[in-house]
């Protein structure tokens, strides 16, 4: 079968030239989705070209993702990255994994024996934010079924968190140094957070390996950035047209990418500055930044945008209502509530430019999806922010009702439409029989999964949108939008 493995590759395509017979695998990432493939592994496979210590990945999916795992198995862990502008296109074939693994391909205990494996040194994730099973105060949430099942029987655990710390228990049984957990998913903090929710689970299994895993493994946090859109049968197709055959693995992306790491290894890093990684101090100022200005205004066109009938976050760019929308949002709203030094309305602007960017088609859908886990970081802080010092959130509390809407599972033109969402019970059975609009929008609120209590007690939180869910289901989500902008 003409493959990455047996094909050579058109001239035009990007690659290293290291020995691949030199990489030693000490990474194992868990979450071989779309935007580790586009990112980490990117950072990964340039850094290895210039440094002199080879490090390689093995890649892992624990729900979901079989055929990636399958297809990457077949092309001999070869795929490639296609980053495209409106004006740049180029193609660059990644090295640097050296295996693969999957629960239900090859067992549980063959995941955990490579993670027990003296040469690694670092476990990575993009698991997505529900993968940390926490509630929204970043807490480990011991109601969750994945958490339930790992207590009941930790030495076969199903969760993310729960592989972790067996892992983390067989290396310790077995005198093994520990590796450094390195999350990689759109959670401000998102080291403290796995940090928190590895250590309150191992507690629970064994406080012995609590205090171990407390005092002797390292959980960085990261900035990650990079937009790369779920492949689609158009996307697929490129690719092909660009190498002549399939890689079913190969991801198209934007050429825009950043990685801030804090840095705090216990068993030594990759070199990724060679990468233009920056390895800080303290994350959070950027993780704020990117998560609040970029995230939150992501969120902020998915689901208005969604509700005004644009399918890409371009077309709704392409739309001066909410392109002024979300310069407003950026500047006005989220810019205020983050202590960077950085010139954030240049910042905005190269947002906006990204977000422009027509060549990679990124769906609002695609954004909406799994917003009960995203809304907190995204808008919901920013809010109290403005409630402490008595500013105006016109636009914060647009996607907070924007996401009201959206969620009762109609399209602009009022067809059915799937919600993606971890908490959708708990939403359906929420908007169960609710009918005037501050029913439904009371009701929703009433989710402390997602809504902190404490915010809901404020009148002026409530009333806020209230006001923005009425505007939406009066004159619709363009009109309303708009609204934000008049005068401007
Ligand atoms: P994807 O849908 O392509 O991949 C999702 C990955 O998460 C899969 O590997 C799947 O196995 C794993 N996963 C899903 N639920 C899980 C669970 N409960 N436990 C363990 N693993 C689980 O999504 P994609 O694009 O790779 O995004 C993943 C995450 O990466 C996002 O949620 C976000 O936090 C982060 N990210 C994504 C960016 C993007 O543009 N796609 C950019 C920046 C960050
Ligand atoms: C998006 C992000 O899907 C989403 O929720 O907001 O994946 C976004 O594309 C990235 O964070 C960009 O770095």
């Not at 957990?181 to 250590?199: A, R």
């Not at 900035?223 to 092909?240: K, W, Y």
């Not at 990418?257 to 804090?262: I, P, S």
């Not at 619709?476 to 005068?487: F, M, N, P």
Request: overall charge negative; proline content about 4%.
């Amino acid at each position: 079968m003409t493959s990455l493995a047996t094909q050579a590759l058109p001239s035009q395509i990007l690659q290293t030239t290291y020995d691949r017979s030199e990489l030693k695998t000490r990474i194992v990432h868990l979450g071989f989705g779309a935007f580790h493939r586009g990112h980490m592994a990117l950072y990964n496979e340039l850094t290895n070209e210039t440094a002199a210590d080879k490090w390689g990945i093995c890649e892992v999916n624990l729900v979901g993702g079989e055929d990636a795992i399958e297809a990457l198995r077949q092309q001999d862990h070869l795929y490639t990255v296609t980053e495209k502008s409106d004006s740049s296109l180029s193609t660059r074939l990644i090295r640097c994994v050296t295996s693969s693994l999957h629960p239900t391909m090859d067992g549980m205990q063959a995941v955990l024996e490579a993670m027990c494996d003296e040469d690694i040194r670092i476990v990575s994730l993009t698991i997505t934010e529900k993968g940390y099973c926490s509630d929204a105060s970043g807490e480990l949430n011991f109601n969750n079924p994945f958490i339930q099942g790992d207590l009941e029987d930790p030495q076969n655990p199903k969760s993310a968190l729960g592989v972790i710390v067996e892992a983390l228990r067989l290396r310790r049984e077995r005198g093994l140094a520990p590796f450094s957990v390195l999350s990689c998913d759109n959670i401000p903090e998102n080291g403290h957070l796995i940090g928190n929710c590895v250590k309150a689970l191992s507690n629970r299994i064994d406080a012995e390996l609590g205090a171990w895993i407390a005092q002797n493994v390292s959980f960085p946090s990261t900035m990650v950035d990079r937009i790369v859109p779920a492949m689609t049968p158009e996307s697929h197709a490129e690719v092909t047209a660009i190498l002549g055959f399939e890689d079913p693995c190969g991801i198209v992306c934007e050429p825009f990418r950043q990685w801030v790491v804090e840095d705090n290894f216990v068993k030594g890093r990759p070199q990724w500055e060679q990468a233009d990684a920056m390895l800080v101090g303290d994350v959070l100022p950027y993780e704020e930044m990117k998560l609040r200005m970029l995230n939150g205004t992501h969120s902020f066109l998915a689901y208005s945008g969604f509700m005004a009938g644009h399918e890409t976050i371009s077309d709704c760019m392409a739309d001066e209502v909410f392109a002024k929308a979300a310069r407003k949002l950026m500047l006005e709203e989220q810019a205020p509530t983050l202590r960077v030094p950085d010139d954030l309305e240049k910042y905005a602007d190269l947002l906006l430019g990204r977000f422009a960017n027509t060549s990679i088609r990124h769906r609002t859908w695609q954004i909406a999806m799994d917003g009960s886990q995203k809304l907190p970081q995204r808008a919901l802080d920013s809010i109290r922010f403005h409630i402490s010092k008595g500013n105006s959130f016109v636009c914060l509390a647009t996607s907070v009702a924007a996401w009201m809407t959206y969620v009762q599972g109609k399209d602009s033109k009022g067809e059915a439409n799937e919600v993606v969402d971890p908490l959708l019970p708990e939403i359906q059975s929420a908007l169960e029989g609710k009918k005037t609009n501050d029913e439904v929008v009371d009701a929703l609120l009433s989710i402390n999964k997602i809504f902190y209590p404490e915010l809901v007690a404020q009148a002026v939180f409530v009333d806020a949108v209230k006001s923005a869910y009425g505007s939406i289901a009066e004159r619709g989500s363009r009109a309303h939008v708009q609204s934000l902008i008049a005068g401007e």
